[in-house]
């Protein structure tokens, strides 16, 4: 069996390469390791970056301060070419997305911790961003397999190694279909690998997580359980592709305990950064009191709610020395993210209280609380938005709305939250056109990496609404590599 292209995965830089490529009329056979499209894409619930686009009502917003908020986060680590890359491309992205041919409504834009300005974009419906992108996306893929001999989708097949000649030049792959034993084979042109990051990687004998970051591999993930670094593994083993920044995995400092099933569960639902973003409060455990700018880069609230959120025995079933942080939402601010947060409550994440109700809580994560705490955290937060001046103690500048008076009477929302492993920064080497480095410098031709599979781009740490970015941007620039190729 043979085909123009092969890409494997079906995340949001799968659905992105596959459409790009059809549309330039290369013939494509797209293979998913799952029965289900969408990967940990259609999980993202934050939104997707874009500058300048006809959504943001900050005009100051430029494609330079963008690239400038990159590598800052990424702390000297980001491959310039790359983010130059993402960033110019970010407009073009929202507008495809957005446009006559998707028609994704990406209307709302918020502001997201560690950016200067507001650049994230999400819909205005009830569908989280990437739930909404994926769906819309895979409704055209699922229509253009029915109407075009150019697709071909195989599910449940698993990618098992990467076939090259002896000159390191890709020639199609292996896989193999869930309930067979046999190897099938498949001749391509080019493959493209979108197969997704490493954060769910828990088999401790091949484990990348045990290999690069072995101290992590006991935390919680948001990542769904497919995410096991088949691509990484697999184009090391066999074209010998340079994986680079390996050890960068970044740990999410939201990821919600579940109370209601199992609060020391494997698997967490993310926050999503939204709710910091609409004017969202974290407060410890420990003293009810707020302990870090909120909008601050992911890395760094992680690490303050490592420090600053640490309880012991507990009422609440959460396993001891856990780190256990609040995120409240006051009522005003919730009317920024109704959908969200209500679907987070039909799913037990968050709750609907009060200040006094709120109280109760912290007394049983930690009953040496002061019962006053939150009701005088609350209120200077409310004081200091007032007066419109900035937060001396912990320097954030964008709020969400004051509370019009506060008493243990005035209505909130609140979940608990705990670091999560989320996104592997690391991965196969690429250059500005997705094309893979082996270890030796050189160019593996024929052989792709889009999104999370790919490593260079986010550095030390990604900023929050770069993930889907990534995958659009990339998957739309290795299709034009591929047809220039091919032609």
Same mark, same amino acid.
């Given at each position: 069996?043979?085909s123009n292209?092969? $890409?494997?995965?079906?995340?949001?830089a /799968?659905?992105?390469?596959?459409?790009?490529? +059809? #549309?330039?009329?290369?013939?494509?056979?797209l293979?998913?390791?799952?029965?289900?499209?969408g990967?940990?894409?259609i999980?993202?619930?934050s939104?997707? #970056?874009?500058?300048p686009?006809?959504?943001q009502?900050?005009?100051?917003?430029?494609?330079?301060?963008?690239?400038?908020?990159?590598?800052?986060?990424?702390k000297g680590?980001?491959?310039?070419?790359?983010?130059?890359?993402?960033a110019?491309?970010?407009?073009?992205?929202?507008?495809?997305?957005?446009?006559?041919d998707?028609g994704? @409504?990406?209307?709302?834009? #918020?502001q997201?911790?560690?950016?200067?300005?507001?650049?994230?974009?999400? /819909?205005?419906?009830?569908?989280?961003?990437?739930?909404?992108?994926?769906?819309?996306?895979?409704k055209k893929?699922?229509q253009?397999?029915?109407?075009?001999?150019?697709?071909?989708?195989l599910?449940?097949?698993?990618? @098992?190694s990467i076939?090259?000649?002896?000159?390191?030049?890709?020639?199609?792959?292996?896989?193999?279909t869930?309930?067979?034993?046999?190897?099938k084979?498949l001749?391509?042109d080019?493959?493209? +690998?979108?197969t997704?990051?490493?954060?769910a990687?828990?088999?401790?004998?091949?484990? +990348?997580?045990?290999k690069?970051?072995?101290?992590?591999? @006991?935390?919680?993930?948001?990542? /769904?359980?497919?995410?096991t670094g088949?691509?990484?593994?697999?184009?090391?083993? %066999? $074209?010998?592709?340079?994986?680079?920044?390996?050890?960068?995995?970044?740990?999410?400092?939201?990821?919600f305990?579940?109370l209601?099933?199992?609060?020391?569960?494997k698997?967490?639902?993310?926050?999503?950064? +939204?709710?910091?973003?609409?004017?969202?409060?974290?407060?410890?455990?420990?003293t009810?009191?707020?302990f870090i700018?909120?909008?601050n880069?992911?890395?760094?609230?992680?690490?303050?709610?490592e420090?600053?959120?640490?309880?012991?025995?507990?009422?609440l079933?959460?396993?001891?020395?856990?780190?256990?942080?609040?995120?409240?939402?006051?009522?005003?601010?919730?009317?920024?993210?109704?959908?969200?947060?209500?679907?987070?409550?039909?799913?037990?994440?968050?709750?609907?209280s *009060?200040?006094?109700?709120?109280?109760?809580?912290?007394?049983?994560?930690?009953?040496?609380?002061s019962?006053n705490?939150?009701?005088? *955290?609350? *209120? %200077?937060?409310?004081?200091?938005?007032?007066?419109?001046s900035? =937060? =001396?103690?912990f320097?954030?500048?964008?709020?969400? =709305?004051?509370?019009?008076?506060i008493?243990?009477?005035?209505?909130?929302y609140? &979940?608990?939250v705990?670091?999560?492993?989320?996104?592997?920064? /690391?991965?196969?080497?690429?250059?500005?056109?997705?094309? $893979?480095?082996?270890?030796?410098?050189?160019?593996?031709?024929?052989?792709?990496?889009?999104?999370e599979?790919?490593?260079?781009?986010?550095?030390?740490?990604?900023?929050?609404?770069?993930?889907?970015?990534?995958?659009?941007?990339? &998957?739309?620039?290795?299709?034009?590599?591929i047809?220039?190729?091919?032609?």
């Amino acid at each position: 069996m043979s085909s123009n292209a092969i $890409v494997v995965g079906t995340g949001l830089a /799968g659905l992105t390469t596959t459409l790009e490529l +059809l #549309n330039k009329g290369i013939s494509v056979t797209l293979i998913e390791k799952t029965g289900n499209f969408g990967g940990n894409s259609i999980k993202a619930s934050s939104g997707i #970056n874009g500058v300048p686009t006809q959504y943001q009502n900050d005009k100051g917003d430029t494609v330079d301060f963008f690239i400038d908020d990159i590598l800052k986060s990424g702390k000297g680590l980001s491959n310039k070419d790359l983010v130059e890359v993402l960033a110019r491309n970010s407009r073009e992205a929202i507008n495809w997305l957005t446009g006559a041919d998707n028609g994704i @409504d990406l209307s709302l834009v #918020n502001q997201l911790g560690g950016h200067s300005h507001a650049r994230t974009h999400r /819909g205005s419906g009830k569908l989280p961003p990437g739930f909404a992108i994926i769906s819309a996306l895979t409704k055209k893929i699922e229509q253009l397999s029915l109407e075009s001999d150019k697709l071909t989708i195989l599910k449940n097949s698993r990618l @098992d190694s990467i076939l090259n000649d002896k000159n390191n030049i890709v020639k199609g792959i292996e896989y193999i279909t869930e309930g067979d034993t046999v190897k099938k084979s498949l001749n391509s042109d080019i493959v493209v +690998l979108a197969t997704g990051g490493f954060s769910a990687d828990f088999t401790k004998s091949s484990s +990348l997580l045990a290999k690069y970051r072995p101290e992590l591999i @006991d935390l919680p993930s948001t990542n /769904g359980q497919q995410t096991t670094g088949d691509g990484q593994k697999i184009a090391h083993r %066999d $074209v010998n592709a340079n994986l680079i920044h390996m050890e960068h995995v970044q740990i999410h400092p939201t990821g919600f305990i579940q109370l209601q099933k199992d609060p020391n569960a494997k698997w967490k639902f993310l926050c999503g950064e +939204l709710m910091r973003g609409i004017g969202g409060v974290l407060i410890s455990p420990e003293t009810g009191s707020r302990f870090i700018n909120e909008l601050n880069t992911r890395d760094k609230v992680t690490e303050a709610i490592e420090n600053s959120c640490k309880i012991s025995h507990n009422e609440l079933g959460i396993n001891p020395n856990s780190q256990v942080a609040l995120i409240v939402v006051n009522k005003e601010d919730y009317l920024k993210a109704t959908n969200h947060i209500g679907f987070y409550m039909s799913q037990g994440l968050m709750y609907k209280s *009060t200040i006094s109700g709120l109280q109760e809580v912290i007394t049983k994560l930690n009953p040496n609380v002061s019962k006053n705490a939150i009701l005088q *955290t609350l *209120t %200077d937060y409310g004081n200091l938005i007032k007066s419109q001046s900035d =937060d =001396d103690i912990f320097g954030r500048k964008t709020f969400g =709305d004051g509370f019009d008076s506060i008493s243990l009477d005035t209505e909130v929302y609140y &979940g608990l939250v705990t670091p999560v492993l989320h996104f592997s920064m /690391g991965g196969i080497e690429i250059n500005k056109f997705g094309e $893979v480095f082996n270890e030796k410098g050189d160019i593996v031709k024929n052989l792709f990496a889009v999104g999370e599979v790919s490593g260079g781009l986010h550095g030390y740490n990604r900023l929050g609404g770069n993930s889907l970015l990534e995958c659009v941007v990339f &998957g739309k620039v290795v299709a034009k590599r591929i047809q220039e190729i091919l032609n």
